[in-house]
């Protein structure tokens, strides 16, 4: 059914209005005729206006003082602030106090009942030490007689722990 509307170009789809050619010529003249008028704006301005135009409105405005204008980023701005920032500095660090943990207040027994009760493993320890820490200058020679060492190994040293393993 479409095809049959296409293939039909009997019906071209525009409309003029009637008597639209009968007046045509009229309306080309008029529009003729009127064309001729407009070429002229209708204002006119005296002679010379433009030529004192300027003049005239810089007469009116009032002239403003230069006023000077200091840079916020000039040498001594600049100086001031980095001598600031640079005391400020110095002060915090100075002023930090850099305290190492003194292990002088503890006594002997404390560490002692720490590593003993502590689950602390002797690899831990190890792990903690360096090459220059066992070297034999940091030891202190100490003199143990045979009955304290005994006593020591018969009350603190677990004999059958070290024999079952």
């Known amino acids: 059914m479409k095809q049959e509307k ?25 529009q003729a005729r009127l064309k001729g008028l407009t070429e002229t704006s209708g204002f006119k301005i005296p002679e010379n206006y433009l030529d004192t135009l300027e003049d005239k409105i810089l007469s009116q405005i009032s002239k403003k003082e230069d006023v000077k204008v200091i840079s916020l980023f000039n040498k ?9 920032a640079a005391a400020v500095t110095l ?7 850099k305290t190492q943990p003194m292990l002088d207040g503890v006594d002997n027994e404390t560490v002692e ?14 792990s903690k ?17 045979e009955i304290t060492f005994e006593n020591y190994i018969l009350t603190d040293v677990d004999l059958e722990g070290i024999m079952t393993k």
């Open 6 to 30: 296409l293939n039909n170009a009997n019906n071209s789809g525009f409309k003029i209005p009637e008597n639209y050619f009968d007046t045509f010529e009229d309306r080309l003249f008029t």
């Open 76 to 84: 001594k701005n600049l100086l001031y602030v980095s001598s600031i």
């Open 91 to 97: 002060m915090f660090t100075l002023s930090i106090k």
């Open 113 to 126: 009942s720490y590593l003993l009760n502590e689950d602390i493993d002797l690899y831990e320890i190890a």
């Open 129 to 145: 030490l360096t090459f220059e820490d066992l070297a034999e200058e940091n030891f202190k020679e100490v003199k143990i007689d």
